[in-house]
Each structure stands twice: as structure tokens, then as C-alpha cells.
Antibody, heavy 117, light 108 residues
Framework: EVQLVESGGGLVQPGRSMKLSCAAS????????MAWVCQAPKKGLEWVAT????????YYRDSVKGRFTISRDNAKSTLYLQMDSLRSEDTATYYC??????????WGQGTLVTVSS | DIQMTQSPASLSASLGETVTIECRAS??????LAWYQQKPGKSPQLLIY???SLHTGVPSRFSGSGSGTQYSLKINSLQSEDVASYFC??????????FGAGTKLELK
């Protein structure tokens, strides 16, 4: 069974940093591209970033380019999202997702990031 | 960027009814479309990919159709467990992947 478990969310002040993790199990992690998707409170879904199966390629939405970094450790079956220079508008639940025949075929339960002073 | 316009924003239907949700892309997305279901307090789950292919484990009362810029999700014989928000998403042209704003489905 595919399992994705996010962690690392919480309350952070504007301008500070936070690193999210996503522990994967139930599949061969290094065979799949992975992604982060966010959802602001009571809002819709927004793609954040994608990383290729081997980490060689990364893609970001414009609003996070230069501030967020997606990475992975295939030996640990773990996906990361380093978020720097956080803004109030980054407040959201962040989901990791496994990419497959559809970009977001399997999702984790999400971790809430609140950016506030 | 490709814009996805989803309608209606909300709808109310009775048990056993057939429900249809529409999604329009700002340009041809060549069936690069997925539908997701998000139940209250839960993470989204994939229902349909490639516009009309059912994801593993999804009940057959769900179906997707369409082509070009117009797509739809149909739910036959609505069940209580179908109360959720539904989102379309294009993946023909990326980055960025783009989602529709969502449809909130409630029971009448």
C-alpha cells in the first residue's frame, strides 16, 4: 500500500524558514517523480513543485521560485520542501504526492504551515 | 498558463440522482485532465485520469468524458459518501499544473 506521511509544519514568522518532509513507503520511491501541492484554508489546490525520480530536474510555480527548494533522498525514501523567506500568503496545508500516470496519483494526509507574527 | 474554469461552484443533489460537473480549459489540453475528490477534512484522492480512465479502486459510478477544451465528471446513482469537493486539473501543458476552483457537492 502506498503511504506518504508529511511532517514539519507548524507556526512560523514571516521571513523565516521551514523544512517539510514526506516519508514514503509501500513502493519503490526512486522510480517515481514526486510533487508538493498546497491548499490555503478553505481554498482550492495549487501545485507548488515537482522533482524527477532521480532528483536531476525540478520545477516550481512562479510564486515560490527562488524561495522554495524541493529535494529528495532516495536512500531514505523521503521528499523534502525547504521553504525560505516565508510570507503570509504561503499559509496552507502542504501535501506531498506521487506522480504516476497522473501527476498526483497518491497523496499524503498533509501538514499545515501557518505564517504569522 | 492554461486556465481551468469549473462549474458549478456548488450543487445540491438527492441520493440516487445523477450529477455532472463541467471543466473548461482555456486551450486544447488533449485529454490531459484529471479529476480529484476531496472529502471534508481529508486529502484529495485521484478519481479519473486521461479524461476518462478510472483510477484503481474508484467505483464505476464515476466516469469522465470530453475532449479539446470541454470535460465533465459524471456521478451516477449518488451515494452519501460522495459528498465532497471535486477538482479538475490539467497536465497537458506544464509547468504549471493548474486546477479548477472546485465544486462542492452536498446532499439535498
Amino acid at each position: 500500500e502506498v503511504q506518504l506521511v508529511e511532517s514539519g509544519g507548524g507556526l512560523v514568522q514571516p521571513g523565516r524558514s521551514m523544512k517539510l518532509s514526506c516519508a514514503a513507503s509501500g513502493f519503490t520511491f526512486n522510480n517515481y517523480d514526486m510533487a508538493w501541492v498546497c491548499q490555503a484554508p478553505k481554498k482550492g489546490l495549487e501545485w507548488v513543485a515537482t522533482i524527477s525520480y532521480d532528483g536531476s530536474s525540478t520545477y516550481y510555480r512562479d510564486s515560490v521560485k527562488g524561495r522554495f527548494t524541493i529535494s529528495r533522498d532516495n536512500a531514505k525514501s523521503t521528499l523534502y520542501l525547504q521553504m525560505d523567506s516565508l510570507r503570509s500568503e504561503d499559509t496552507a496545508t502542504y501535501y506531498c504526492a506521487r506522480c504516476d500516470y497522473a501527476p498526483f496519483a497518491y497523496w499524503g494526509q498533509g501538514t499545515l504551515v501557518t505564517v504569522s507574527s | 498558463d492554461i486556465q481551468m474554469t469549473q462549474s458549478p461552484a456548488s450543487l445540491s443533489a438527492s441520493l440516487g440522482e445523477t450529477v455532472t460537473i463541467e471543466c473548461r480549459a482555456s486551450e486544447d489540453i488533449y485529454n490531459g485532465l484529471a479529476w480529484y475528490q476531496q472529502k471534508p477534512g481529508k486529502s484529495p484522492q485521484l478519481l479519473i485520469y486521461n479524461a476518462n480512465s478510472l483510477h484503481t479502486g474508484v467505483p464505476s459510478r464515476f466516469s469522465g468524458s470530453g475532449s479539446g477544451t470541454q470535460y465533465s465528471l459524471k456521478i451516477n446513482s449518488l451515494q452519501s459518501e460522495d459528498v465532497a469537493s471535486y477538482f479538475c486539473q490539467q497536465y497537458y501543458d506544464y509547468p504549471p499544473y493548474t486546477f479548477g476552483a472546485g465544486t462542492k457537492l452536498e446532499l439535498k
